[in-house]
């Protein structure tokens, strides 16, 4: 991405943000384990009609880890506290449009549902915007989520660096290159606590209940309040996709004000659909 980051200080850490252009502004949020890189071939497009914003949410990418050990400020709230502080910092004022991707996802509907008079449209992707249940999901994902939920997630996670090299780097369709792989790999280099964050992120899925109260309570609300809120939203549908599949897909297109275009990928569909995702956007932007 041939654009700079700076960083702002949030409670204490510095958060590092791509911010850039001029016009109404563009919120690009990644989710787990990804980081800013996640938008390098999408965000630039924009930047000669709208401000894009892009951050690294907090202990991801070039943002500085949390202190101590299992920081609960890595969960969905926490996560929530420092980016709304980092938005109000950037005062991005009004007719905002948010970008958002898996766990990106559910933090702007957060944004979004509390500050609703701010927003102009909302794109969304493979991301947390409703409740899940465990058997709506592949046979696979289960086992491997349920690990996660274990003292065998600490070992897969903290010290093998499961989720970055195993689910991140595997999952686009086109194989990624040797460069894209080094960048997603460099935050979580060293074993331990700078990890936290890619294995807090799995714990907070809300599944059946077996996830903090507060994340299925907050995710709940987000889905009540999206489906039947005018807000315009482009849902950039995944084929064949892993999370917003099934039923899953179904409840989301009966969200109010919805447009929905499909591109191929699994999750990490920006690997393989970049110009796709770009073209979509840039018309339903356009449109408003």
């Known amino acids: 991405m041939e654009i700079q980051k700076k960083y702002i200080e949030i409670a204490g850490k510095k958060m590092a943000v791509i911010d850039e252009g001029s016009g109404e502004p563009i919120v690009f949020l990644h989710g787990n384990p990804t980081s800013s890189y996640l938008w390098r071939n999408i965000a630039p497009n924009f930047k000669e009609t709208n401000r894009i914003i892009v951050p690294d949410l907090i202990g991801m990418g070039d943002s500085e880890k949390l202190d101590g050990i299992d920081n609960p400020n890595y969960n969905l709230m926490g996560h929530y506290n420092f980016l709304d502080q980092l938005l109000d910092k950037l005062e991005i004022g009004n007719n905002i449009h948010f970008v958002i991707h898996d ?9 979004a549902r509390l500050n609703s008079e701010k927003i102009k ?9 409703i409740p899940l249940t465990w058997e709506k ?6 086992k491997i989520f349920s690990l996660f939920r274990t003292d065998a997630g600490n070992e897969l996670v903290l010290e093998k660096n499961f989720f970055v090299e195993r689910l991140l780097l595997t999952d686009p369709i086109t194989p990624m290159s040797e460069e894209d792989k080094k960048e997603y790999l460099r935050p979580y280099l060293e074993e331990g606590e700078s990890r936290r964050p890619t294995l807090t992120w799995p714990r907070n899925i809300p599944l059946d209940g077996n996830e903090p109260e507060e994340t299925l309570d907050v995710v709940k609300a987000n889905s009540e309040f999206h489906a039947s809120s005018s807000i315009p939203k482009l849902f950039i549908n995944a084929d064949p996709g892993l999370l917003l599949v099934g039923e899953q897909r179904e ?5 109010k004000n919805l447009e929905e275009v499909t591109v191929k990928g699994n999750h990490f569909i ?3 659909s ?4 770009t073209k979509y956007l840039k018309s339903f932007i356009s449109n408003l």
Request: proline letters at 3%; charged letters at 25%; aromatic letters at 14%.
């Open 251 to 255: 409840e989301i297109r009966t969200w």
């Open 103 to 111: 766990w990106g996802c559910a933090l702007g509907l957060i944004y």
């Open 270 to 272: 920006q690997e393989d």
């Open 121 to 129: 449209s909302i794109t969304f992707m493979e991301g947390i915007a």
């Open 274 to 277: 970049s110009e796709e995702i």
């Open 137 to 142: 999901w592949p046979e696979v994902a289960r």
